[in-house]
């Protein structure tokens, strides 16, 4: 859990709180605590009270969204803090189109993962 500064914040378009997210998933807040333990979520501390938050574009409907805890994985492999991966996810890139956090939502999750692996080239 990391806290993040104002470039990045202003990055991500929407943010969840963890019991949100547990709503969401149907699960209890102890279980979404331990994606982010896992690595399969990215928690960071913001706002006046400094709480846990997630991107809101990190979940689809009742579900984590599909590719990401593997391009986290990768990304976290290749050296990448939390705040460093959260700018890559949410910066736009023309060549996807998009940023590759809206390419995970859309299902390109192969292609995010294939310039994931890039980076560590």
């Known amino acids: ?11 991500v378009p929407a943010w969840l709180h ?5 709503e969401l998933l149907d699960v209890q807040v102890t279980r979404v605590r331990q ?4 690595g399969q ?3 960071v501390r913001r706002g006046e009270n400094r709480t846990l938050q997630v991107p809101a574009a990190f979940i689809d409907g009742d579900k984590v969204v599909k590719g990401l805890a593997g391009t986290l994985t990768l990304l976290r492999d ?10 890559w996810l949410f910066t736009p890139d023309p ?13 390109r999750g192969t292609e995010v993962k294939r310039r994931a692996q890039a980076l560590a080239v």
């Not at 500064?5 to 990055?11: E, G, M, R």
């Not at 963890?18 to 547990?22: E, G, K, R, S, V």
């Not at 994606?35 to 896992?38: I, N």
Request: hydrophobic share 40%; aromatic share 2%; no cysteine.
């Open 18 to 22: 963890l019991p949100d997210i547990a």
């Open 1 to 11: 859990m990391t806290e993040i500064d104002a470039k990045t914040d202003a990055l």
């Open 35 to 38: 994606l982010v333990k896992e």
């Open 41 to 43: 979520l990215i928690a």
């Open 78 to 87: 290749d050296g990448y803090s939390d705040e460093e991966m959260l700018e």
């Open 95 to 107: 060549t996807l189109p998009g940023t590759p956090a809206e390419a995970l939502s859309e299902n």
